[in-house]
C-alpha cells in the first residue's frame, strides 16, 4: 500500500515535469499496487489525471504557458468522442471476447494487454529525437483542421476507452498542427487533458463499488506531486526527462505484457 501512495506521488510529479505521462503510470498502480479491477481502474485514472492534469493547468495558465483558445478548439473534437466511448461504446464490450487456442480472452485481459502495448508507444515517442527549439516553430502558419480532426478522435477513443489521457500525443500534435511553442503545448496540453478524462469520467460517476476514499487519498498525493514535478523542471533539462521516463515506462509495458500473458498460459 505504502508503494502505491508513492507512485501516486510520481503521477503527479510526471504531469508536472513533462505534461503527460501521468494516466501511463496510473492504470498499472491501481491495479497491480492496489488491487483495482483494470476495467474500474480506468474510470479511477480518469479521475486523478483529469483533477490532477487541471490543477496544473490553472498552474500554467497563470504562469502564461497555456493558449485556452487553442487547448478548446482540440478539446471540442476529443471530448465528445471521449464521451462517446465511456457511455455507449465501452460498456458494450463483452467481458468475454473470445477464445483463441484454448485460452479465453476476457475484457480485462484485453484492456491491459492494449494499455501495455499503449505504454510501449509512449515510451517510443518519449524517447524518440529532442524537443523542437520554440524560436524554430513556424507560428504563422495555418491550421490543418482535418489532421486536428483525426488527431482529437484519436485522443479521445484512447482516454475513453483505455483510461489514458494521451499526453505523449498530445504534445507533439500541438507543435506540429497548431504550431504552439513547446512549453505553451506542454501547459496546453494538460487543460485538454483535463478536460477529456473528467468527461470520460462523468459517464461513469455512478457506477457501484468506486473507493471514494482511496481515489481522495491517490488524487490529493497526485497533486501534490504536479507542484513537486513544476518545480523540478525549472532545473532538469525537459529532453532528459522524457527520455529517462521513456525508458522506465518501456520496461513498465514489457513488464505487464509478460504478466498478462503468463497469466493467460
Do not use: C
Not at 498530445?170 to 507543435?175: E, F, G, R, Y
Amino acid at each position: 500500500m505504502l508503494l502505491g501512495y508513492i507512485a501516486s506521488l510520481l503521477i503527479g510529479i510526471s504531469l508536472g515535469l513533462i505534461g503527460g505521462g501521468g494516466s501511463i503510470l496510473t492504470m498499472p498502480v491501481m491495479v497491480y499496487l492496489f488491487g483495482v479491477s483494470p476495467l474500474m481502474a480506468t474510470s479511477y485514472s480518469l479521475f486523478i489525471v483529469g483533477s490532477t492534469s487541471m490543477v496544473g493547468a490553472v498552474q500554467q495558465f497563470f504562469q502564461g504557458k497555456v493558449n485556452v483558445r487553442m487547448g478548446l478548439l482540440f478539446a471540442v473534437v476529443s471530448m465528445v468522442t471521449v464521451f462517446i466511448a465511456r457511455k455507449w461504446v465501452v460498456p458494450f464490450i463483452p467481458l468475454h471476447i473470445a477464445t483463441v487456442f484454448g485460452v479465453q480472452i476476457t475484457k480485462s485481459v484485453l484492456t491491459m494487454l492494449l494499455f501495455a502495448a499503449l505504454m510501449v508507444v509512449a515510451a517510443i515517442f518519449m524517447m524518440k529525437g529532442k524537443q523542437p527549439k520554440e524560436d524554430n516553430l513556424q507560428l504563422t502558419q495555418s491550421i490543418n483542421l482535418r489532421q486536428l480532426v483525426i488527431f482529437g478522435i484519436g485522443i479521445g477513443l484512447i482516454t475513453g476507452i483505455l483510461g489514458a489521457g494521451g499526453g505523449f500525443l498530445l504534445i507533439p500534435a500541438m507543435v506540429l498542427i497548431l504550431h504552439l511553442p513547446m512549453k505553451t503545448a506542454v501547459g496546453t496540453s494538460l487543460l485538454v487533458i483535463a478536460l477529456n478524462s473528467l468527461i470520460g469520467f462523468m459517464g461513469n460517476i455512478g457506477d457501484a463499488g468506486m473507493d471514494w476514499k482511496l481515489l481522495s487519498t491517490v488524487t490529493i498525493l497526485a497533486v501534490a506531486g504536479i507542484f513537486l514535478g513544476t518545480l523540478l523542471s525549472r532545473k532538469i533539462p525537459g529532453n532528459s526527462l522524457k527520455k529517462g521516463f521513456g525508458w522506465f515506462v518501456l520496461l513498465m509495458g514489457i513488464y505487464i505484457l509478460v504478466k498478462e500473458f503468463s497469466n493467460l498460459l
